[in-house]
């Protein structure tokens, strides 16, 4: 049974490009969430995804944005990016109305 | 807004030794989920353990037991025989029992086991 996965790992950017970050859940799990993850701190919750909608999000501009698929999977789009987008962005599934999440890889976003 | 506190940036034990963690947290609810997280140099966030408020019941995984103070807001991982695979970010995060409410956490604890 394979576990969450994100692609790409890494990924390498200039200001003011866009950038799509990928997510599959893990099997039996119809809920995502992202979370940035900033160098020497915790996770902060970006947004969550739940048939197809963003069902929350957290304090993160308008530039991020999301889509969840039929299948379950989504994508994380950060336009116009900024130097300080650069971090390690996590995506967690988990189970609708279940409380423990289970976090893939990460993808590290470095924007130069 | 719920907020999550770890005061030990970095801790170290010996190798086959015991450590404790400490977390505390801020928040209004009375049912609501604490966890403790492992992120190794691989970056993978992996669960360690999980926490119900309306459980007494200190929970255990292995070598792996809290202290679950809920007065107190307080909610520390104590690691026995620590192993050098141990060596990691540990984060302490909480979710309200609401269903699918984000998580929240720490700035984390950088453990360091010494052979």
């Known amino acids: 049974d394979a576990g969450v996965t994100q692609s790409p790992t890494h990924l390498i950017k200039t200001r003011g490009q866009q950038v799509t970050l990928r997510c599959s859940p893990k099997s039996g799990h119809d809920t995502v969430s992202w979370y940035q993850q900033a160098l020497g701190q915790g996770p902060q919750f970006i947004f969550q995804y739940y048939e197809e909608e963003e069902r929350q999000r957290g304090n993160f501009p308008d530039r991020f944005s999301g889509h969840q698929f039929p299948n379950y999977s989504s994508e994380l789009n950060v336009n116009a990016l900024l130097l300080g987008d650069s971090a390690l962005y996590l995506c967690a599934s988990s189970p609708d109305a279940q409380e423990t999440q289970y976090f893939g890889p990460g993808t590290r976003l470095l924007v130069l | 807004a719920q907020t999550v506190t770890q005061s030990q940036p970095e801790m170290s034990v010996q190798e086959a030794e015991t450590v404790t963690l400490s977390c505390t947290y801020d928040t209004s609810e009375s049912d609501y989920y604490l966890f403790w997280y492992k992120q190794p140099p691989s970056r993978q966030m992996i669960l360690v353990i999980r926490?119900?408020?309306?459980?007494?019941q200190n929970a255990t995984e292995n070598r792996f037991s809290v202290n679950f103070q809920k007065a107190a807001k307080s909610f520390s991982l104590k690691i026995s025989d620590s192993q050098l695979g141990d060596a990691a970010m540990y984060f302490c995060?909480?979710?309200?029992?609401?269903?699918?409410?984000?998580?929240?956490f720490g700035k984390g604890t950088r453990l360091s086991v010494i052979a």
């Open positions: 926490q119900e408020a309306y459980k007494q």
């Open positions: 995060a909480y979710t309200e029992n609401s269903g699918n409410t984000p998580l929240v």
